[in-house]
């Protein structure tokens, strides 16, 4: 499975955090009802992603937001590079759970 956001593509998206590898990458919440495109909810990046989201601080807000369904999606690549897309996410997407 792959989800294109911004011009990356995500591995993803999941129904479950555990499907997501424990590898340095970005990853993307995402929000839903199944019917109308995913809309992001939040965008992180850590060097071990799968741990990350499964004990997130903001995963009351990603909840918060009222989406039938939430997915998680990944993309996978080095320190230098996830912060860099992480901060061009964010600034396009403008994630209402992204504030830290």
């Known amino acids: ?40 909810v939040d965008v992180g990046e850590s060097d071990q992603v799968k741990t990350r989201v499964m004990n997130h601080d903001r995963s009351d807000c990603w909840k918060r937001q009222r989406h039938a369904r939430l997915a998680y999606a990944a993309y996978y690549c080095n320190e230098r590079d996830r912060m860099r897309i992480e901060q061009e996410l964010r600034a396009q997407f403008k994630p209402p759970c992204g504030d830290r």
Do not use: C, T
């Open 1 to 40: 499975m792959a989800i294109q956001i911004g011009k990356y593509n995500f591995e993803g998206p999941y129904p479950d955090a555990s499907s997501l590898r424990d590898q340095s990458g970005v990853y993307a919440i995402l929000g839903g009802d199944g019917s109308s495109p995913w809309k992001v």
